[in-house]
T-cell receptor, first 111, second 118 residues
Framework: QQPVQSPQAVILREGEDAVINCSSS?????VHWYRQKHGEAPVFLMI?????EQKGHEKISASFNEKKQQSSLYLTASQLSYSGTYFC????????????FGQGTRLTINP | NAGVTQTPKFQVLKTGQSMTLQCAQD?????MYWYRQDPGMGLRLIYY???????DKGEVPNGYNVSRLNKREFSLRLESAAPSQTSVYFC?????????????????FGDGTRLSIL
């Protein structure tokens, strides 16, 4: 039931763009995105509730394709502060209200 | 505004010892969660409490017990610690108004407890 994230790791230069994908084998009710810096707690980025919904947060945005059971996180003109591990979490339709996280995507931004 | 507070921050145990990890939140959230995080495994749900007085198993409940002491506090107990339970443990909370609405609420995490079992 764990969503699958791809890629597992990305290395970028400052100013480049990145896309992180999150796919589920089950129908999704919602998708959450979190970022975790090394040695720190995960921090909430955004939630997508409806199929086709897109949300933005500064230069970080996400989309949710309910039909394909997948979500994508877009980071444009990346900054050094974007480095960290990104996790998607999914709540499955018809299941209990519990969030199941993907294995994470490690993003490294170099100057 | 403390948010979610976990104690202790670090702990070293010997195999077979028991201990309780404490978690308290001051955001008046009704749902609370315990996760463990291992390298390359992401965050795995151990137990959760959708509301005061209820607890349910997550993905990896074996070897753990929980207590929802009141609305603020949710503790995790290791009865007989094993090396495989060496991990970073995170507590989180969120607001759940009713089934179907909780999925739209973010989870707020504590700073974690780094637990080593020798």
């Amino acid at each position: 039931q764990q969503p699958v994230q791809s890629p597992q790791a990305v290395i970028l230069r400052e100013g480049e763009d990145a896309v992180i994908n999150c796919s589920s084998s089950k129908a999704l009710y919602s998708v959450h995105w979190y970022r975790q810096k090394h040695g720190e707690a995960p921090v909430f980025l955004m939630i997508l509730l409806k199929g086709g919904e897109q949300k933005g947060h500064e230069k970080i945005s996400a989309s949710f394709n309910e039909k394909k059971q997948q979500s994508s996180l877009y980071l444009t003109a990346s900054q050094l502060s974007y480095s960290g591990t990104y996790f998607c979490g999914s709540i499955i339709r018809g299941g209990a209200q519990k969030l199941v996280f993907g294995q994470g995507t490690r993003l490294t931004i170099n100057p | 505004n403390a948010g979610v507070t976990q104690t202790p921050k670090f702990q070293v145990l010997k195999t077979g010892q028991s201990m309780t990890l404490q978690c308290a939140q001051d955001m008046n959230h009704n749902s609370m969660y315990w996760y463990r995080q291992d390298p390359g495994m992401g965050l795995r749900l151990i137990y959760y409490s959708a509301s005061e007085g209820t607890t349910d198993k997550g993905e990896v409940p074996n070897g753990y017990n929980v207590s929802r002491l009141n609305k603020r506090e949710f503790s995790l107990r290791l009865e007989s610690a094993a090396p495989s339970q060496t991990s970073v443990y995170f507590c989180a909370s969120s607001h759940l108004k009713s089934m179907g609405q909780g999925s739209g609420q973010p989870q707020h995490f504590g700073d974690g407890t780094r637990l080593s079992i020798l």
